[in-house]
């Protein structure tokens, strides 16, 4: 049974920094692309970033290209999101996400297994 389980959010200043990170567990992790997706209250959700099952690539939403970063672990079990230069759009549940399928590219939010999710609350 996949689990994934983020920690790491919190309040921050407007301009401040955060680390997510996503412990995974119940098969091979590093054989699965992983991603972070948002969502705001009132919104849909958004997706943030995704790295694929080698970790050489890496793909951010628009909104947060140039600030956050994605990575992996795969000795850990893990994958992180570094934010930094924080404002107040980027206040949401940052979910952390693992493709079904393996050997793939991508994260699709359709059919992947989700965490419970981690608030992230930016204060202007």
């Known amino acids: 049974q996949v689990q994934l389980v983020e920690s790491g959010g919190g309040l921050v200043q407007a301009g401040g920094s955060l680390r997510l990170s996503c412990a995974a567990s119940?098969?091979?992790?590093?054989?699965?692309?992983m991603g972070w997706f948002r969502q705001a209250p009132g919104k849909e959700r958004e997706f943030v970033a995704a790295?694929?099952?080698?970790?050489?690539?890496?793909y951010y939403g628009d909104s947060v290209k140039g600030r956050f970063t994605i990575s992996r672990d795969n000795a850990r079990n893990m994958v992180y999101l570094q934010m930094n230069s924080l404002n107040s759009e980027d206040t949401a549940i940052y979910y952390c996400a693992q493709n079904r399928q393996m050997y793939t590219g991508g994260v699709n939010p359709r059919s992947a297994y989700w965490g419970q999710g981690t608030q992230v609350t930016v204060s202007s």
């Open positions: 790295i694929t099952w080698t970790g050489t690539d890496t």
């Open positions: 119940g098969r091979t992790f590093s054989i699965y692309a």
